[in-house]
């Protein structure tokens, strides 16, 4: 069977500089598959090529289209959603609504009949959507806030929950985790799971080494855009290359990326 | 070969003051980012106190209700250097004004309302003068010889010309080397590009940006008073040569003085010979052409620099005014229109009259309601929009003979779809470019095409015939008596179905869509959105809501003539929507109320102060002074501010003092001003 996501050769290019250089990736039905790297490896750039956001060259192939010179909501409409390293939810609308705009279509006419009957297109279903979403994250309760009340945290999860209520097929996060502390992130961990369950598939880019060991089926690891290695979880973990593109030194026997502190690997080395 | 120089020189004039505004633009910006659009009105309003002082001998005072004008016991006028250091100073002082009581308490407010104020100020300097002066063009002596310098060929080049190019040249090189090689203009470029390490360096960026505003008046000033003697001085020519000088800023991305400068000296030369070319072509439109070169150059420019989505982390500026959904609301929509329905049965013709452009307002801002604040696009070409549809009308209706339902749908259609050819430059260019775009796109067009007489009838007009509904006559006027009620109706009842469906827009499916396009175009790609079609659906349904006020406009005046969407009533439009509220259907209302000749100024000028003959002045000094205010203080307008203080008052009445409870409303405001302060 075909993978759900495969990219060939996908590069991003600003400029002069090459973001991304011929990357080869991809993503099984049903897997968490983690994309790490230090600061600047090219992991969002990678991101934002996947979801349209970048230009790039190479291949997009998902769930058997060629998605590579589609505008961004065709991409998320075919069901390929990501997620932002920083927080962008709409400020000007309810937790509810973020999620309401994921989840409705476009259709002909829609102007004209949203200004005549504005509930005769309410999407049926859309409330226990929602919820589940939300219930996925841990969020109910926040349904009819504004992005201003919520915290930090929060926001994120919200993040993640309108992604989701995209009934999407794999969501790209970005660093989903980042300023979530220890306890919160194990309980993250498991969400991811949850998710996982429910058929969708996870491409995550983040620094906490702790979840990304824990959840992730398969490692791939990227330098100055880069693609350094690719593994099973537990191979790419030991591997001297990418303890050295982390820690700037040559592996000596003990260091192993495990052992690293949880949310440290990116200010303990790699190069600036 | 030699009518070639003659009409570029012709040119060079034109270029030479936009090149002077667009110095003193480059200048503000570097200072607080701001790009200030009434630059072309401080050229104008020190050229104005100049005159006044060179040939009347007294000193203007802008604020109505003082004395006009101090006598300075020189009745045959200053002489040149006293009236020149008076003026320059007042362009100092205005400088100095603009920096403390608008600009800066704006520092970190979204680009909407700095756009809204610093077009205040220009609604507000231009209204000052035509209070002062009337609208009449004004004689300014030279300060630089005109007469002949030498010839080329049979050409004669006046030195004025070769003066102000001199100058323009010299400005630019020493603005350069200001800004590259001195302390001030490094700590400048330092603040620009991290306000808070220039703090922690020990500079002011206040400071910098106050000596910034002052530079710019200055070469503002300094333009007008150097080019008014060249060009006719009214209270509008200079302010809108901020078209010209604002395409030779894009083009020089708001950075370089040398390109700017150089591309508003060519561009003056162009339209120098596109003046000339009607005489010669017989096919070539006989007038416009020259203003429709700004344009060009602007939507190019835009367009090659402009980006399909922004790009990472560009949405870092001030979030506009909320857009809260309301609950359908019935009751209070029909006994507003069964009010209205019911004073244009019983009051009298004046009232009428005001109600009607109420009402004709009403549409307008509703129309600015979708376009700015549902969409949060900036546009200053409403009414342009809606003349496009009172000539069509005028066609379709006179010419065509096309009857009364059919035809004003038609002509909204028509409206509809030039809004929609100003969505393509906006699909690349947002914020304050856009709002740059659409200026220009309303001048060139009134230019080009309402001033055409071969398109629209010329000054004489087009004439409207009447409606009529079923044999019905529902004209505006049956013989002496105007505003017939029938009228007013039929408009009142349009608006009601109309701002219904806006409101119910604003519950819905897409307009849930348009401000998450609004609030953050790349997250609302990612969640689905096709932005592109929300840009193109929010233009097309603003435009056919404006169409609508041009027709009522149009079957209102019978004669449509170009004065009644000439661009600076768009601009001000945009002021009084703004006052009103540009976030909700309320504030539309409101913004109907407040609209020229509308209710409010009709009750204002006629009941209280008794009938003057410059109201439309004082209309606009109390819109411009209003937009800066409402800006600064309140932008969510009048319907926001009442909103506010309605749920205060409810929490009160329901428990107690507001401290022990917070309702989510309240709270939902707090954390925004909370993460302001911090930034500030």
Known sequence: MSPLLATMALTVRYGGVVAVSGVDLSVEEGHIVGLIGPNGAGKTSFIDALSGMAPSSGTIRFDGQDLGKRPPHRRAKAGLVRTWQSIELFEDLSVRENLQVALERESAFDLLVDMVLPRLRRGAGHEEAIASALDLVGARDLADRYPSELSQGQRKMIGVARALAQRPRLVCMDEPAAGLDSEESRRFGSRLRQIVQQGISILLVDHDMGLVFDVCDELYVLNFGVLLAHGPTSAVRDDPAVIEAYLGRSGDDEASLAESPSDGLSATGGPE | ?680
């Open chain 2, 1 to 680: 070969m030699t009518d070639l120089i003659v009409f570029a020189l012709l040119g060079l004039a034109t270029g030479a003051i936009a090149a002077l505004i667009g110095l003193g633009v480059l200048v503000g910006y570097r200072g607080s980012g701001v790009i200030n659009f009434a630059q072309g009105a401080v050229a104008m309003y020190i050229a104005y106190v100049f005159y006044s002082l060179r040939v009347l001998g007294t000193y203007p005072l802008p604020i109505p209700g003082l004395p006009g004008f101090i006598h300075l016991g020189a009745p045959n006028g200053l002489s040149a250097p006293i009236a020149v250091v008076l003026s320059l100073a007042t362009a100092v002082v205005l400088g100095v004004l603009m920096h403390l009581l608008v600009f800066r308490p704006l520092r970190h407010a979204p680009a909407l309302a700095k756009v809204a104020a610093s077009v205040g100020i220009m609604i507000l300097l231009q209204a000052a003068m035509a209070f002062r002066f009337g609208t009449n063009t004004q004689t300014v002596p030279s300060l630089i010889p005109s007469s002949g310098a030498f010839s080329v060929g049979h050409a004669i080049i006046p030195w004025d010309r070769v003066i102000l190019t001199v100058v323009v040249i010299v400005l630019s090189v020493g603005l350069w080397a200001l800004f590259r090689y001195s302390r001030f203009g490094l700590s400048v470029r330092g603040a620009a590009e991290n306000e808070k390490a220039a703090i922690l360096l020990g500079f002011s960026p206040d400071r910098q940006a106050s000596l910034n505003w002052v530079l710019a008046s200055l070469l503002a000033g300094l333009g007008g008073i150097l080019v008014a003697p060249i060009i006719n001085l009214t209270p509008t020519g200079l302010t809108l040569e901020i078209i010209p000088a604002l395409a030779a800023t894009l083009v020089a991305r708001f950075s370089s003085f040398g390109v700017m400068s150089a591309t508003a000296l060519v561009l003056g030369m162009a339209q120098g010979e596109l003046q000339n070319l009607p005489s010669k072509l017989s096919w070539w439109p006989s007038t416009g052409s020259d203003q429709l070169l700004p344009f060009l150059v602007i939507v190019v420019a835009l367009f090659l620099v402009g980006n399909s989505l922004p790009s990472r982390g560009a949405a870092s500026e001030g979030r506009l005014p909320a857009a809260h959904a309301t609950r359908p609301q019935f009751v209070l929509p029909a006994v507003a229109t069964a009010i209205a329905v019911v004073m244009f049965f019983t009051l009298s013709a004046g009232y009428r009259l005001a109600l009607v452009n109420s009402v004709i307002g009403a549409f307008v801002c509703l129309s600015l309601v979708v376009m700015t604040g549902f969409l949060g696009t900036i546009a200053l070409c409403q009414m342009t929009i809606a003349g496009v549809a009172a000539y069509v009308l005028a066609a379709l209706a006179q010419r065509a003979g096309i009857p009364f339902p059919l035809s004003p749908l038609l002509a909204c259609l028509g409206a509809t779809v030039v809004g929609l050819a100003i969505a393509i430059p906006a699909l690349r260019v947002r914020g304050i470019s856009l709002a740059v775009i659409t200026l220009g796109a309303g001048w060139a067009i009134e230019e080009f095409f309402f001033n055409n007489p071969t398109y629209t009838g010329g000054v004489n007009g087009t004439n409207v015939p009447a409606i009529h509904i079923l044999g019905l006559n529902v004209a505006f006027s049956k013989g002496s008596e105007i505003a017939q009620p029938a009228f007013g109706v039929l408009a009142v009842i349009i608006l009601a179905l109309i701002a219904l469906g806006v409101m119910n827009l604003r519950r819905s499916p897409t307009g849930r869509r348009f401000l998450a396009v609004r609030g953050n175009e790349r997250a609302a790609a990612a969640a689905g959105v096709d932005v592109k079609r929300m840009k193109f659906l929010g233009f097309g349904l603003a435009s056919f809501i404006a169409g609508i006020a041009g027709c009522f406009v149009a079957y209102q005046q019978t004669l449509v003539s170009q004065s009644s969407f000439d661009i600076l009533v768009s601009v001000s439009v945009l002021a009084i929507a703004y006052i009103g509220g540009i976030t909700s259907v309320s504030g539309a209302m409101i913004g109907g109320a407040l609209s020229t000749g509308g209710i409010v100024f009709y009750f204002l000028l006629v009941v209280v102060l008794g009938n003057r003959s410059n109201g439309l002045e004082i209309e606009d000094l109390i819109s411009g002074l209003g937009l800066i205010l409402t800006a600064i203080l309140n932008p969510e307008g009048i319907a926001g501010a009442m909103r506010i203080t309605k749920q205060t008052l409810m929490r009160r009445l329901r428990f107690g003092p507001p401290s022990a409870r917070g309702g989510v409303p309240v709270l939902a405001k707090a954390p925004v001003q909370d993460r302001e302060r911090e930034l500030a």
